[in-house]
């Protein structure tokens, strides 16, 4: 059974910078994708990073966070990373580890097959 674990959030000020990680376990070494979604108060669930765990480190990004955000994973474990620069209020949120076996159904339907229970992340001005 998958699970997906995200720690790392917390409130920062505008300017800064955190490191979100998602611990993943149940899941097959050599065909995965994980992902980085967010939602805050109001507002619908937006994409953020996406990576292709068996694909070298390719990775695709909403437009929204390019230049700003880096996701990446652990050499030889199921931990993906999103490294989150120059922050901003407007990337306050609730940030949420995602994986699925496929890329479809993971970045272009937003419908995951496995989702991680959240971690809040807070930019103050």
């Known amino acids: 059974q998958v699970q997906l674990v995200e720690s790392g959030g917390g409130s920062v000020q505008s300017g800064g910078s955190l490191r979100l990680t998602c611990a993943a376990s149940?899941?097959?070494?050599?065909?995965?994708?994980m992902g980085w979604f967010r939602q805050a108060p109001g507002k619908g669930r937006e994409r953020v990073a996406v990576?292709?765990?068996?694909?070298?480190?390719?990775?695709q990004y909403g437009d929204s966070v390019k230049g700003r955000f880096t996701i990446s994973q652990e050499n030889g474990k199921n931990t993906a990373y999103l490294q989150m620069n120059s922050l901003k209020p407007e990337d306050t949120a609730m940030y949420y580890c995602a994986a699925d076996p496929e890329f479809a159904p993971l970045w272009l339907e937003s419908r995951p097959s496995h989702w991680g229970a959240g971690t809040q992340v807070t930019v103050s001005s």
């Open positions: 990576l292709f765990t068996a694909g070298g480190g390719r990775a």
């Open positions: 149940g899941v097959s070494d050599s065909y995965y994708f």
